[in-house]
């Protein structure tokens, strides 16, 4: 069954440093992989996507995420975090059905909190 | 601002009682998705329309059921209501059913049982 593992439920950077949340897959053919950032009261936002190509694909807000097939991993980073950032990011697979766009199978999404 | 509304915002309603929850597409989208999110099991998926059809079903109870209508809004029944129900509830609509076609939520539906 395709099913997506974010093993960090909350993890807290000081402002300005680097940031890199984890994100893991199982699904059996070429995944479609999306991250998406729910801050507090808010819908969620699409930060980027990966469908093919090139493995680091670039999102909004200075986002970027790398594709690593061996390792089943969309892992999300961010060279400079500012307070803004601070909010819950949740990684989700497409699934699909006879070829054609399904829901979005989400993880338990990462809580993001960012010291001064 | 994702271009998708939901309405109401929040409600509150007790045990055993029913409430349709509304949802209106991005202007162009024909697909709609409704989800779940609540603190034990995360965002879950629950029904998908396109163009009027239902195209799909996941983790959605007996009780609730949903339509889409010809102007393409959605609506989500959910009857016999439990406290367990208490969620927020979003929508979210794409173009179609192209693969990797992204999917913008509506601020979402927040549903407290009493």
């Known amino acids: 069954a395709q099913s997506v593992t974010q093993p960090d439920i909350h993890i807290t950077v000081s402002e300005g440093a680097s940031l890199e949340l984890r994100c893991n897959y199982s699904y059996g053919a070429t995944p479609y992989l999306f991250w998406y950032v729910q801050s507090p009261g808010q819908g969620l936002q699409l930060l980027l996507k990966y469908f093919s190509g090139d493995t680091l694909v670039q999102g909004i807000k200075g986002f970027e995420a790398e594709f690593k097939r061996s390792q089943s991993s969309f892992n999300l980073r961010k060279p400079s975090v500012h307070w803004s950032d601070a909010a819950e990011y949740f990684c989700a697979v497409g699934a699909s059905y006879g070829g054609s766009q399904g829901n979005l199978i989400f993880g338990k999404g990462t809580k993001l909190s960012v010291k001064p | 601002d994702s271009g998708v509304t939901q309405t109401p915002k929040h409600l509150i309603t007790a045990t055993g009682q029913r409430v349709t929850l509304r949802c209106s597409p991005r202007s162009g989208d024909l697909s709609v998705y409704w989800y779940q999110q609540s603190l034990d099991q995360g965002l879950q998926f629950l029904i998908q329309?396109?163009?009027?059809?239902?195209?799909a079903k996941g983790n959605i109870l007996e009780r609730f059921s949903a339509q889409q209508f010809p102007d393409l809004h959605s609506e989500l029944n959910l009857s016999s209501l439990e406290l367990g129900d208490s969620a927020l509830y979003f929508c979210?609509?794409?173009?179609?059913?192209?693969?990797?076609?992204?999917?913008?939520f509506g601020p979402g539906t927040r549903l407290t049982v009493l």
């Open positions: 979210a609509s794409s173009v179609g059913v192209v693969r990797g076609g992204e999917q913008f």
């Open positions: 329309y396109y163009n009027g059809e239902e195209r």
